[in-house]
Structures are given as structure tokens and as C-alpha cells.
């Protein structure tokens, strides 16, 4: 069995009167320490599968199996602590704390763990290290660029040592050169064994994984080497 496995996954929600079936009856295995990409158009149900593989959300019916355990059979508690503990999470919009200098926002994930203060600040000084803002530890996000601020959030999402790192349209908001430089940390990070599920609508992006599925209307519609031609 997968590291995450999806069989016949569906979700609805109601907008105004209508229905929106967002994701319609997704098969999806992924093995541990895989590259996975993840495209398709706006309002493919892109951000929707990113939701529920991160256990940010419930499908309406189908079932979810993340490391073996049934995700519906988890309480809101346990999912917290799987969010916490074994996902780390890198987004679009960088996600950082505007009055909180680097060093707070990337030792933040620690607080809900019993960590002393010290241990907090060792791990996420050796984090900001490894992702190449030593010198900028003390800085707040708004003396950052975009490059750099995603570099935190990057390193806020490493901070648990988690086994999977979800990244939703992670070079969304940089330019083509930063974007391939935060591509590389992410792709240094599956050569060390984690497993990453990337979401994107750029080629050259989705070009960094090995494996490629693309959604439309909620449904995976084509896999690997016929995406990238």
C-alpha cells in the first residue's frame, strides 16, 4: 500500500443553490518518498485534492488511507496532530506572520510540541540555515522577497522533519529564475527521501517530478509523459 492512497474519492459543497461537484470519484496512490506533480486548469479541483491529502478537509464519500490508517476514522484531534506532526505545508501566498521575524515564524509548528525554548530556536536556526537565510534569521517577512519569504515558509513546513510536504502553486508569485531556485530545495529534499505533492499550472514546473497526473472537472484525465509534450 502507498504512502497515500485515494480510492473513489468525491467532494461536493453547496455555493448559493448550485451543487459543485469538485472532485468526481479520484483513484490516486502515492509511494513513499515519490515526486508528484499535480496540474490542470483553474477550477480543476487542484487545490480541493491538496486539501484532503493534507487532511485540512473531509471527502464527501470514498476513502483515504495516509500511511495506513483510514483518515476517516480519525478524529479532529489526531488529524491535527498528523497536520503537525508528518505534513508540512508550503503555499502560494507564503502564509507567514507579518510582525513575527523568521526565526518566530519557522520555530512556530513547535510550540504545539513539547519543546523547550531553546530547542526551538536551535532547530529552526539550523532550518533557516539549510535554506540558505542564516543571515537573515532576524528579519520580518515585509524585509524579505518573494524568493526569501518562500524560503521560510519552506522552512517552517521542514521544522517537524515531516514524512510528506504538500506545496500548492509554491512559485506561483515569483519570477521564473526564483522559482527554479525554491524547485531545487524542493527537488534536494525528495533526493533525501521526503515525499512531495506538488500542485501547479506551469510545465516547466511539473517537469521536476517524476510522476504527473492532470485533473479536469474533478477528474484524473491523463498521466506522465503525455502532460509534458
Partial sequence: ????????????YEMGEAMVHAL??????????????????????????????????????GEYYLDGRKVDDLSDDELARIRNKSIGFVFQ????????????????????????????EKTALEILERVGLGDRVYHNPN??????????????????????????????????????????ILEELNKEGKTIVLVTHEKYIAEYSARVIYLKDGRVVKEDAEILR
Fill in 93 to 120: 501566498t507564503f502564509n507567514l506572520l507579518p510582525r513575527t521575524n523568521c526565526l518566530h515564524n519557522v520555530e512556530l509548528p513547535l510550540l504545539y510540541s513539547n519543546i523547550s525554548r531553546k530547542n526551538r
Fill in 24 to 61: 468526481q470519484g479520484i483513484e490516486l496512490e502515492v509511494k513513499s518518498g515519490e515526486f508528484l506533480a499535480i496540474v490542470g486548469p483553474s477550477g480543476s479541483g487542484k487545490s480541493t485534492l491538496m486539501n484532503l491529502i493534507g487532511c485540512l478537509d473531509r471527502p464527501t464519500s
Fill in 143 to 184: 524585509e524579505l522577497s518573494g524568493g526569501e519569504r518562500q524560503r521560510v515558509a519552506i522552512a517552517r513546513a521542514l521544522v517537524n522533519d515531516p514524512t510528506i510536504v504538500l506545496a500548492d502553486e509554491p512559485t506561483g508569485n515569483l519570477d521564473s529564475r526564483t522559482g527554479s531556485e525554491i524547485m531545487a
Fill in 1 to 12: 500500500m502507498g504512502l497515500i492512497r485515494m480510492t473513489g474519492i468525491v467532494k461536493e
